[in-house]
């Protein structure tokens, strides 16, 4: 139950030190799979501290609760837990900190959210506790509010932004000199240490750090700056999530990544190369301190894990085994905990980030049974195993029976990977987002006040003529782009599709527009819709396919009704056979992974209806066409017959 800067204090000044970042997974599988990943990461690689991400106006908030209490009590993690201030209930914020001051969590990370609605987009006569924009408009705010409130028994981290923030309405004017008062500010209010948002740009990292330690304000001056580092999983991951953060890719390393784009593992190997030599470069650099990374590990292992390995931040576990320092924890009161060693806290955080270094025992008394723990020798029983090289290497190469465990979804594909991956749903775990801006999503979608104003919007999507939907900040991909003339015949119909795949049979990995994966292997699509489409249309639709064996759909609207045509059906429609491998399926289709997007699908209609005034003509528009449409996945099996599906959706 460490404060973060405590852990630091403990470390010896030309030290390292890193910490992984987590997000809560959507389905139940994977956060049962998560905790099994944290278990084995915390122990092979050991940590500082971890990090669990916030939704955006707490939209994840009972998830990232549960993961943060799994990270901090049942893994015995020091653990940061992320907190935004804007667009959600004011009293949402009091109970978070509450519940995490119970759990023992000392960490915070004070974020802003997304920039405040202002009052035309709440219902009138609203109680204080409705709308936290009353008290909250910037981070420094929810600073100012926890040290109010809490004092010191909160430790609180906020955010920086190497190349400037980028939520305004005109992004490529973003600044970090722009940043520059708020950041002093929200650290004059009562922050204990900074993190920076990813970066690929040492440079303008280098550069950023220099300005901050040299501000004539000096409360910069000897503050820890943590330098935030997202490992490179695939390709089209990493052009997706600088685009949304507009962090810059310099031309070397995109060079460098173009070059192997369309091999994955490849993209792998040349991303571990890419980020050990990032953290070589910040090795080199002074530090006030202990010098730090935090990865953004996107719920993934195998990656992270050899860049740690290769960067040699794991430290020598060999040098100060004898010394393991074991927290007696006394459950009925985690506040008052003691350590059977005086120097304890002077110790490597490679100890107390061990959750294998800690025993429960029962101990009777006259009035209660007690839970606490105790050094080995008094519970007679062995703690974990030590780590070696040998486990860290095993799970960064997927060797074994643990690297088997870390690299079963090493191919990432979001809401359209394995239900039972941690790492299964937003690649960034932030929850329901519109990822732009309100000027930018008025400038984007403008008023729309008919269906045929949204079929608009659809169209020009699927047309190339605007870069954007709510649900898809990328405009179409090649593959896509082969169907074109399919979506926009739908799209006439009123049905508006936001996801599809075409139909292949059997084209080489290395295929420009089809291919994917490793060398010299053939890869398999089974074509696929997913729209949205009036009640009155589904019901006459689902009539037609319920009579055809070779179709399966998934469907369902926001008011929680569910059909399925073989609601256990599981569906790979994406897969790859290559040489020396197993058949790799990235892209599953089944009812668990569907209604968990299904929730998120229609969050988003109401995302985007509050980007309006609530009374608004384009507001009952969203509200009405949220309350009649179903969400509709329809896949076609003859992957052999390229028109099968869209000759179907035609009739």
């Not at 990813?198 to 001056?221: G, Q, T």
């Not at 256990?568 to 897969?575: D, E, F, I, Q, R």
Request: hydrophobic share 40%.
């Amino acid at each position: 139950m460490e404060k973060i800067t405590d852990k630091l204090a403990a470390l010896p000044q030309d030290g390292t030190y890193f910490s992984l970042e987590f997000f809560p997974p959507k389905t139940a599988m994977g956060f049962a799979n998560l905790q099994a990943r944290l278990e084995r990461m915390s122990s092979a690689l050991r940590p500082l501290f971890v990090n669990v991400t916030w939704g955006a106006g707490g939209s994840t908030a009972t998830k990232s609760l549960e993961l943060a209490e799994i990270c901090q009590r049942q893994l015995g993690l020091t653990t940061c837990l992320h907190l935004t201030c804007t667009n959600m209930s004011r009293a949402l914020i009091d109970e978070v900190l509450e519940q995490a001051r119970a759990l023992g969590i000392r960490n915070i990370l004070a974020l802003r959210g997304d920039p405040p609605r202002s009052d035309d987009y709440w219902e009138k006569d609203s109680p204080l506790s409705v709308d936290s924009n009353a008290e909250f408009t910037w981070a420094a705010d929810l600073v100012a509010y926890i040290r109010k409130v809490y004092g010191d028994y909160f430790c609180i981290g906020v955010a920086a932004y190497p190349e400037g923030h980028s939520d305004q309405a005109n992004p490529e004017a973003q600044s970090p000199t722009f940043d520059l008062p708020y950041l002093i500010e929200k650290t004059k209010a009562g922050a204990d240490f900074i993190m920076t948002q990813l970066f690929f740009d040492v440079k303008a990292y280098e550069a950023f750090e220099d300005i901050l330690r040299n501000h004539p304000s000096e409360v910069f001056k000897t503050i820890p700056i943590i330098p935030g580092l997202m490992p490179i999983q695939s390709y089209q991951i990493l052009r997706r999530t600088t685009k949304l953060s507009h962090a810059t890719l310099p031309p070397d390393v995109l060079t460098r990544l173009d070059a192997v784009k369309g091999d994955d593992g490849a993209v792998k190997s040349v991303g571990v190369d890419i980020l050990t030599d990032i953290v070589g470069t910040l090795q080199k650099r002074p530090s006030k301190g202990p010098q730090g990374f935090h990865f953004y590990t996107l719920n993934l292992e195998k990656v992270v894990s050899q860049i740690v390995e290769r960067c040699m931040l794991i430290g020598n576990i060999g040098e100060l085994a004898d010394e393991v320092a074991i927290e007696i924890v006394d459950t009925a009161n985690p506040l008052r905990n003691t350590s059977n060693s005086e120097h304890s806290r002077r110790l490597s955080s490679v100890h107390n980030s061990n959750p294998h270094n800690r025993v429960v025992v029962e101990r009777p008394t006259a009035f209660s049974h007690r839970n606490y723990e105790a050094i080995e020798s008094e519970a007679g029983v062995l703690a974990g195993a030590i780590n070696s090289r040998a486990t860290t290497l095993a799970i960064s190469e997927g060797e074994g029976a643990l690297g088997r465990e870390a690299t079963w979804d090493d191919f990432p594909n979001g809401r359209w990977g394995d239900a039972r991956s941690p790492a299964f749903g937003e690649i960034d775990g932030y929850g329901v987002s519109l990822h732009v801006s309100i000027p930018q999503a008025i400038k984007l979608w403008s008023y729309p006040t008919t269906k045929n104003d949204i079929s608009t919007i659809f169209r020009k999507y699927i047309a190339g003529e605007i870069e954007a939907i709510p649900w898809s900040e990328e405009g179409l991909n090649t593959e896509t782009e082969t169907i074109r003339d399919h979506l926009l015949k739908l799209n006439a119909k009123g049905w508006w599709s936001i996801a599809s795949q075409p139909a292949v049979n059997g084209l080489k990995s290395s295929n420009p527009v089809f291919g994917w994966g490793p060398r010299n292997g053939f890869v398999f699509q089974k074509p696929f819709v997913e729209l949205f489409l009036p009640s009155q249309d589904w019901k006459e639709l689902k009539a037609k396919l319920d009579d055809l064996p070779e179709v399966t759909y998934f469907a369902g609207n926001d008011a929680g009704a569910f059909d399925a045509s073989d609601p256990a059906a599981v569906n790979p429609v994406t897969w790859g056979a290559f040489p020396g491998k197993e058949i790799i399926t990235p892209t599953i289709i089944e009812a668990v992974s569907f209604r968990a997007w299904l929730e998120e699908a229609f969050s988003i209609w109401k995302e985007w209806m509050q980007i309006y005034p609530i009374r608004s003509p384009t507001a009952q528009l969203l509200g009405n066409i949220t309350g009649d449409y179903w969400l509709v996945n329809i896949i076609h099996h003859a992957f052999v017959e390229n028109d099968a599906l869209w000759e179907l959706l035609a009739e």
